[in-house]
Structures are given as structure tokens and as C-alpha cells.
């Protein structure tokens, strides 16, 4: 009877090796693997004693519905003198102007950035002291209203704020500097703001201070890039006057750790004024992009990791921008590579329409010297008539260098 019973456990077993063994040797066989595999399964879920503390979510965040009713609520406990009351109200409060709706309605309706400025003043100035991680949850707040237009202007019109950004940057605190530095590419990410900024030129030089602090430093956080390239945009000759031109020199030439990236866009806008071509032609700076095109050719061991170009286009740029002055024409003629670069890399690039449209603008200016404009139209000519363009803005550029270099051959004949 119990040889019977066993046949019906692991029918597909029993069934495939019924001539070699008998039923219960089969399932004790089983039960044997089972149990080895439950052993290495239950070794795994173990948790050391260390890593057994409940989470915080629910205990850092206040006991409300969050309705049409909840933001009132909120700023009331903001002004709790109870700490954990307080902490508690932050936190909810973070969450909740993630609706950009929530957010309009506090910065117009509750007058938000006024109450926390006060609160954040007083963290800042010591005069509370900080039991959690207020200071922190403060400049999130002001991440997420600096993406609103009225939230952006308050902010930028409250002087006390502007420079406690700068602050934090300058000190770089751990992780409040990566959130000041957006909190003020947000700023100055609208047209509008951007005048407020620029009205006081204490800012202008805060910034010029925090690149100064450390010329040799390898990294700045991206978004303090960007907000330095905002300003760089609408005022290279103050950028100028504060000691951007060489200091950005310095990076490029040094090959600084990512020099090709950011630090280059910014030197490229720093050319767009009068000042900046000049101080140009003065360091050779022809010479300088040319030696960053030729390092494609040379034997890669001999670069640091963070010194290879991976990104091309802010080098470009720089020449674009670079080649508006008779001296920089007339010294781009001893460098017979250079249009082979820039046409290798107009060929090359499959999903950077930008950089291909700075190569054909290239073209152009370096087509004004006629024994550069002979040369591309001998060995280039063909290759740009060829050329897949990736937006619209590059298809107009590529025909309209075409029917120049064409216009010269009709011409010539």
C-alpha cells in the first residue's frame, strides 16, 4: 500500500526512471535536493543584526490628507516651535509642491519663499540649531519653486538668499552645493531673472571667487557650469574683466580633468565680444585648438583618463567663435590639418547636429582665405555635397556653403 502512495508524487519522475529506481527511493531523493536548496535559500535571507531598523518614511512625515486643505496646514506646522513638528512639516512639504499646481498657489497665494527665507536665515545664521537635516530640505524647497517663473523671480529678488547660495557653493558642503548650484542654473535659466542677477555685480563676482578659490580643481559641480555659461552668454566682457579668459585658458591648456567639456563652452562664449578675440590672437589660441584636434592622432597611453576628447562640439565652437579677426584667419593658413579635422568630424558624427553645424560654419570662415578655400573645394567639395544632414538647420548651412564654393569655381572659369 505504501509503495502505491509513492507513486503519486513526481509523476514526471516516476514515470521517466520507474525501471531503475523504486518510487520512495525517488521521492526521498527528492525530499534530500529540497531540502539542500531550502538551506541555501533560507542563508541568504538572512539579515545581520545591523540592518534591522524599521524605516523613517512614515515617521518624517506629517499626518495629513494631502487635499486642498493640506498646504494651510502645512505652513502652520512649519512655524511650530516643536522641532520634530517642525522637520515633519519640511518634509511633507517637499513633497507636496512637486505639483506644479501646489507650487503656484503657495509662492502667490501663501507667500512661501518670504517664510522660508526667514527660516533658512536663521539655520544659516546659527541662531537654530540644526537636529535634523533642515538646511538641506530648505534648498530642495527652493529647487523645486526656482523651476516657476514667480517662484524664480522671488527668489532672485531676496539679496540675503543669492549670497547664502554662493556660500554653500564656495564651502562646498556635501551634497548643498550640488542643490545651490541648480537652484541657481534655474534663476538664471529665464531671460528675466537673469537681468535681476546680472543688475548686481556682487554675483558675477561670487562666482569669479568660487572658480579663483582653486584654479587646479578638476571638478565643479555641472549645473554651476551651466550658470556660469548663462552669464558668459549675455556678458562675456564682465566675465572678462573678472578673469575668466585666463583662467578657462589655463584649464584648456593645462588638459584639466574634462577640460573639452564645459570649460570650453564657456572660453567659446568669452570669444562672442571684442575683448575676447583679441586676448585670443594674443595667447595663439589657433595654435592651442589646433594641438587639442591633433591629439586624435596621437598614441592614447600617453593621455590621462579624463583627458581624452569624447565630445568635440564646445571644441569646435571655440574655433567658430575664434575666427572672426584677420590674425586668426591669416595664422589658420600654417595649419594645413585643421579643415581635414573639422571634415573628418563633420563626417563622423551621427547624433550631434549641432556639431555638425558648427563644422560647416567652419568651413566657411576658414574659406575666406583663398588657398584654404582652393584646398576644400579640391578635396572636400564632393564629401559636403554627400553629406546627410541631421536637422533642417545644418541642411540649410550645407547648401548654402555648397553654392558658395561652387559660385568661386563658376566664377574662376
Known sequence: MWEQLAQYRNHFLQHEIKDVLKPTSINSQQNK??????????????????????????????????????????LKELDSD???????????????????LNAQRAI?????????????????????????REGEMYLKIYNILSRNFDGAENIANRKCLRIEFYKIIHNQENIKDDLAS?????????????????????????????????????HYPQHLWHHLCHLLEVAPEQGIELGFFELLHSR????LSNFWDMATKAFALLLCCVEGQRRFDAVDG????????????ENPRKLLPRQ???NWEYTVLALLNGLHSKRALWRSREFTQLPCYVGRLMESTVDNPRLQLYCLKVFRELGVMPCIKRYI???????????????????????????????????SS
Not at 541555501?40 to 490628507?65: F, G
Not at 534663476?187 to 584654479?215: C, H, R, Y
Not at 595654435?287 to 592622432?297: C, E, G, P
Open 33 to 74: 535536493e529540497w531540502a539542500l536548496d531550502m538551506e541555501k535559500r533560507n542563508i541568504c535571507k538572512c539579515v545581520p543584526y545591523c540592518c534591522t531598523s524599521t524605516s523613517t518614511h512614515l515617521e518624517d512625515r506629517a499626518q495629513l490628507a494631502y487635499g486642498w486643505f493640506a498646504l494651510p496646514k502645512l
Open 286 to 297: 589657433v595654435k592651442l585648438l589646433y594641438d587639442v584636434f591633433a591629439q586624435a592622432d
Open 252 to 255: 584648456i591648456l593645462n588638459r
Open 182 to 218: 541648480e537652484i541657481l542654473r534655474n534663476l538664471t535659466g529665464k531671460p528675466k531673472v537673469l537681468g535681476i542677477i546680472l543688475e548686481d555685480p556682487e554675483n558675477f563676482s561670487a562666482l569669479a571667487g568660487i572658480f579663483k578659490q582653486d584654479p587646479c580643481r578638476p
Open 308 to 310: 581624452k576628447v569624447e
Open 108 to 132: 502667490t497665494e501663501m507667500d512661501i519663499v518670504r517664510k522660508l527665507k526667514n527660516a533658512f536665515m536663521r539655520m544659516r545664521l546659527k541662531l537654530h540649531k540644526e537636529e535634523h
Open 377 to 411: 573645394i579640391g578635396n572636400w567639395l564632393e564629401d559636403i555635397c554627400k553629406l546627410f544632414c541631421l536637422d533642417a538647420e545644418a541642411e540649410c548651412a550645407r547648401d548654402s556653403l555648397v553654392d558658395w564654393l561652387r559660385r568661386d569655381i563658376a566664377d
Open 82 to 100: 516643536v522641532r520634530l513638528t517642525h522637520w515633519k512639516a519640511v518634509v511633507s512639504l517637499t513633497e507636496f509642491l512637486l505639483n506644479p
